[in-house]
């Protein structure tokens, strides 16, 4: 566990998600061989979004976010935290 990283995602409210953009970065993480994990889920009245990945991967992830979605603002979180995520 110690060499992955887990990333926080966030988009501005006002962003507008096209279908295109989502089948950018997917279309670019599943070209890589090490799993990737993206986890979609409901608190707080929000969606939320964390990627998961292994270390030698965090600059590609990166990338691939920042080339889909310009405005996102991605967040390096310790792999602790995504444990301790409350029971929804």
């Known amino acids: 566990m110690a060499e992955s990283v887990v990333y926080n995602l966030k988009l501005p409210r006002n962003t507008e998600i096209t ?3 989502a089948l950018t970065f997917l279309s670019s993480i599943l070209s890589t061989k090490s799993p990737i ?5 409901l608190a707080s009245k929000q969606i939320n ?6 270390k030698s991967q965090s600059d590609f992830v990166e990338s691939s976010l920042f080339s889909a979605y310009p405005t996102i603002t991605v967040e390096k979180l310790n792999i602790r935290s995504l444990c301790s995520l409350r029971k929804i």
């Open 19 to 21: 279908p295109d953009a």
């Open 37 to 41: 994990s993206l986890i979609i889920f």
């Open 49 to 54: 979004f964390k990627i998961v990945c292994h």
